[in-house]
T-cell receptor, first 113, second 114 residues
Framework: GDSVTQMEGPVTLSEEAFLTINCTYT??????LFWYVQYPGEGLQLLLK?????DKGSNKGFEATYRKETTSFHLEKGSVQVSDSAVYFC????????????FGKGTLLTVNP | GAVVSQHPSWVICKSGTSVKIECRSL??????MFWYRQFPKQSLMLMAT?????????EQGVEKDKFLINHASLTLSTLTVTSAHPEDSSFYIC??????????FGEGSWLTVV
């Protein structure tokens, strides 16, 4: 079955540091890939997505590239801010219903001033 | 602001009792809502798909008689954990779609069964 493996947290960084959160997946067919973010007290929000190989999703300075050859979708940001502190979830949808997502465990990111 | 709201955010109940969690779409009508559960250090797992006006579709391994889902209107789905036990303690989160590719998630509800 489908699965998503993402980097164990928590991750603690200083402001302006470089961020990478690794995500690899196993899926049948050609899944769409997503990163969701959950800020404290809020619902999950779509951060970015990519729907086919070599696509790069980007939003709010975050980027992730759909790598079919390595089945990866690593999240990166060049310079994190305190406001980026949140839980980040990698997810995939391998077809059928557009809305049935398979999630990773989530990675808690804390950015210190 | 939030477009999908869950209530309550936190709930503690006694073992053997039932507890209801609500999921409301605030700005749109949702014919389909989804319920997920996350145990500590585990992934968010889809429990069931809630369809307005019809029975929910449960994922394999989820007890439908224990986790009752009612989607009585286009803006409200409820999840009732019946005869709750400590092992049901978890983070429950819903999502809803107004159509197309857009999905909105609620804030989640923490259930602790003592």
């Amino acid at each position: 079955g489908d699965s998503v493996t993402q980097m164990e947290g928590p991750v603690t960084l200083s402001e302006e540091a470089f961020l990478t959160i690794n995500c690899t997946y196993t899926a049948t067919g050609y899944p769409s890939l997503f990163w969701y973010v959950q800020y404290p007290g809020e619902g999950l929000q779509l951060l970015l997505k990519a729907t086919k190989a070599d696509d790069k999703g980007s939003n709010k300075g975050f980027e992730a590239t759909y790598r079919k050859e390595t089945t990866s979708f690593h999240l990166e940001k060049g310079s994190v801010q305190v406001s980026d502190s949140a839980v980040y979830f990698c997810a995939l949808n391998s077809g059928g219903s557009n809305y049935k997502l398979t999630f990773g465990k989530g990675t808690l990111l804390t950015v210190n001033p | 602001g939030a477009v999908v709201s869950q209530h309550p955010s936190w709930v503690i109940c006694k073992s053997g009792t039932s507890v209801k969690i609500e999921c409301r779409s605030l700005d749109f009508q949702a014919t389909t809502m989804f319920w997920y559960r996350q145990f500590p250090k585990q992934s968010l797992m889809l429990m069931a798909t809630s369809n307005e006006g019809s029975k929910a579709t449960y994922e394999q391994g989820v007890e439908k008689d224990k986790f009752l889902i009612n989607h009585a209107s286009l803006t409200l789905s409820t999840l009732t954990v019946t005869s709750a036990h400590p092992e049901d303690s978890s983070f429950y989160i819903c999502s809803a779609t107004p159509g197309g590719d857009t999905i909105y998630f609620g804030e989640g509800s923490w259930l602790t069964v003592v």
